[in-house]
């Protein structure tokens, strides 16, 4: 850090960085009631469609822009080598990559769920009873040589 910043400075830039999480979290609220038709006059959100895409697509863009904000500014990465800023990053990457991964084995399953209880009802039938001699490849004439 090149600069430094006075305690009323930092003060202030901090009180600053909170109100803007505050009102980006009111935002985020604000879209999530109205997409779920529960504040009044913005009904059209919860219409479906392509309201509803863009709603999420909102959503996700506040979300990661203050992840972005909490990361480089509160963390101070923005102040940091590349390279230490990467080993921070690239596991937040791969996190979000698993996440993905498992939500979509997940939909697999749930997709399937039906046809495995299907499976489970079935009633299989025991198999005949064999004694472990008849089984057995030593008894049988062939291996013996008792066939000549």
Known sequence: ??????????????????????????VEVLFSLAGKGYVPGLGFLSGGGVTVYIVGFILIA?????????????????????????TV??????????MIAFFNEGNYWGERR???KD????EVSAPP??????????ASPQVLGQDQ
């Open 129 to 138: 009873a064999v004694s472990p001699i008849e089984r057995s490849p030593v």
């Open 1 to 26: 850090m090149a600069d430094h910043l006075s305690y009323e400075q930092s003060k202030k830039m901090v009180f600053r960085g909170l109100g803007l999480l505050a009102a980006i979290t009111l």
């Open 119 to 122: 499976r489970n009802k079935i």
């Open 114 to 116: 039906d046809d495995i």
């Open 62 to 86: 506040l979300s990661l822009y203050k992840a972005k904000f909490i990361i480089y500014d509160f963390m101070h990465m923005k102040y940091e080598a590349k390279g230490l800023a990467m």
């Open 89 to 98: 990053l690239l596991p937040v990457g791969l996190l979000f990559w698993g």
